[in-house]
């Protein structure tokens, strides 16, 4: 059973920094890809960072948080991070965790989701 742990979403005023964390637990042979997703009220789900690992991180964002938001990865603890700065009202949503990894060597990968953590910024 995998297991994805995000934390540190908050309350902010605009112009502040949030950092989430999410980690992945269980058996887990190899993690393919990482991210952060995020869903506002009455709006679809939409990428926000995606951090994928092929020899070297390769980073990918959406145009609406490049320069403000930075993703990265801790491969030694499964963990993948978001560090929120310059947030706006626009920013808020609950952001969903997300991971591609493969539970043994010959499985195919699976995509695994978090439960969801609610930033909120206010005006």
């Known amino acids: 059973q995998v297991q994805l742990v995000e934390s540190g979403g908050d309350l902010v005023q605009a112009g502040g920094s949030l950092r989430l964390s999410c980690a992945a637990s269980?058996?887990?042979?190899?993690?393919?890809?990482m991210g952060w997703y995020r869903q506002a009220p009455g709006k679809q789900r939409e990428l926000v960072a995606l951090?994928?690992?092929?020899?070297?991180?390769?980073?990918n964002y959406a145009e609406s948080v490049k320069g403000r938001f930075t993703i990265s990865r801790d491969n030694a603890k499964n963990t993948v991070y978001l560090q929120m700065n310059s947030l706006k009202p626009e920013d808020t949503a609950i952001y969903y965790c997300?991971?591609?990894?493969?539970?043994?060597?010959?499985?195919?990968?699976?995509?695994?989701w978090g439960q969801g953590t609610q930033v909120t910024v206010s005006s």
């Open positions: 997300n991971a591609v990894l493969r539970l043994r060597f010959r499985d195919p990968p699976g995509v695994y």
């Open positions: 951090i994928t690992s092929g020899g070297s991180d390769s980073t």
């Open positions: 269980g058996m887990i042979f190899s993690i393919n890809a």
